[in-house]
């Protein structure tokens, strides 16, 4: 059964993401909602590069009737001191403005990599508990995301007991596969995860068995990813998922791929493989019936 047989399914609870794609703001909205996906992950750059400015990206987005899925990504926010915490606390502000205009629910958030910050549990937690408490009169949660080349939070574990110190209502985790994968990190701790704190789950896969550096992370992660079910790591990525469903995980599941490739490829192609993937997990991973004509869920809603 191929992806573009269903071209009018709701595939409710998988959304691409914008990294993926080449071209406008408009022109990507346009390929991901024709491919059949309700959702989508902006990035800050096309929001800013959209050519009539953001205001006009804010209306785009809004009139495509794609549910914006989160808000990437502030980068090396925690650990800092001085002026470099200033700097970063009025990048975050804004962040956190553009992703309000845009009815994101979500603003990634990825580990420091930066030499200049601490690597001291509580500072960390201290300045990612006051990035929460500046999106939260924003309606807006805060994922953490452990950089598999992060200089103290480089795993998902690591993550969760930062966002544990900080004890934040909105501060949450944001998981991604290839990160997961890239660090050999054990999935069996997703275990002690509060499936609540999940704010976000990003799916991704490459085509080599391991890498050994973080210099060979960061070109992996930057350049070449596939969808999954188009790497080595299905077996992995199927457990990843059917483990969080087990846990309770009733979130967003996004596809960040980063793809030189695809980049060169029209984007009705691109999604078409991003919808491949979407159902591969649906049918074949969790093996779930169709709860209803025309709409394609991953699992069933919490009650």
Sequence with gaps: MSAMDHAHVNIADFGMDTIS???SLPAKLTA?????FAQIMLSARDVVGHAEGIDAAVRDVRASGL?????QVLRDFEGLSGHLHEYKTDIAKSMLEMAHALGARVLLVCSST???ATTEPDALARDLRKLAMLALPLGIKVADEGLS???TINEFTAAWDIV???DAPNLGIGIDSFHAFAKDSALEDLEMLSPEKIFLVQ???FMWQEVRTDEERIATARHFRVFPGEGVHSEALAELVMRLDRLGYRGDYSFE???DDYNQLPLPTVAARARRSAIWLSEDVLRRSVPLPNQMRLRQPAA
């Design 67 to 71: 549910r914006v899925t989160g808000f």
């Design 149 to 151: 080349w992060g200089r």
């Design 114 to 116: 930066s030499t200049h």
């Design 32 to 36: 991901v909602r024709n491919a059949g």
């Design 21 to 23: 794609l080449a071209g």
């Design 257 to 259: 791929v980063f793809n």
């Design 164 to 166: 544990c110190r900080a």
């Design 203 to 205: 799916l991704a896969d």
